[in-house]
Structures are given as C-alpha cells and as structure tokens.
C-alpha cells in the first residue's frame, strides 16, 4: 500500500502560498494535485467558510468603490434604516445598488448590505426612492 503524499493539509494552508498567485498560475497548482489532495481541499474550502469569506470580501469592495464614486455609505445607510429612520436617495443610483449586486441576490449575500430595506418610490418625485424598515411606509 503506497501513501499519498499531501502538498496541503487543507484551503487556508493552500491559500497561504497561493494566494499571490496569478489565476494561471493557481490552475497550474491545482492541475498538479491528486484527485483526493483537490477533494480536500474543496471539502475545507466549504466547510471551513471560504466561501463565504471571499463573497464578503467582494461585497466590501463593491460597497467602497459605491461609496468612492457616490458619497453614499450603503452600511451605514442601512444601519439607519434598520433603526427607523428613513433615508432618501436617488432612484438611479439604488439602481446601480441592485445592478452591482446581483449577482449576490440570489443566494441572499447582499442582505448584509441591503437586508432589511423596502425600497419605495417617491411620489412627490419620480427620481428619487425612500429606503425604509416599513413595507407599507408611504411618504
């Protein structure tokens, strides 16, 4: 019986040495690895909350380049509203909000950034939306 030999024990130990790595050069790697060294890696990269790590960190950039290029702070915009207040902003720009983060809607991970929010429409001007904590809040 022949004993595999193991690169890494697990993602983070993976992720350590390659996280520098251009995307070719990560795919090179990883071609590299035995079927049961890629499996385990996968299963930590799972389980160990990678996933969820990297989806954050993508969220937070979109959330600061947001900010650098509107001067609206979404977390804080929401921190508001979860506490009540009602905050205005403009119809275009929550557009944009949404545009950037669909790809994140789907499986919820935008509700760190928009969870709890009911959008309304403005009826005194169409360009403009109410960011609410009540569904049926009307201005």
């Given at each position: 019986m022949t004993s595999q030999k193991t690169v890494f024990k697990n993602f983070e130990e993976y992720w350590y040495y390659a996280r520098f790595f251009t995307d070719r050069q990560k795919e090179i790697l990883l071609k590299s690895f035995s079927r049961a060294e890629?499996?385990?890696i996968m299963t930590s990269y799972i389980n160990e909350g990678w996933s969820e790590l990297f989806?954050?960190?993508?969220?937070?950039?979109?959330?600061?380049?947001?900010?650098?290029?509107?001067g609206y702070d979404l977390l804080d915009i929401r921190a508001k509203v979860l506490k009540g207040k009602s905050v205005y902003m403009p119809k275009h720009l929550w557009n944009s909000i949404i545009n950037l983060l669909q790809p994140y809607i789907e499986s919820q991970s935008s509700n760190y950034v928009i969870g709890g929010i009911y959008v309304i429409d403005s009826s005194a001007n169409p360009n403009i939306v109410l960011l609410t904590n009540d569904p049926i809040n009307k201005d």
């Open positions: 890629k499996d385990n989806t954050r960190n993508s969220l937070d950039k979109i959330i600061d380049n947001f900010k650098n290029k509107s």
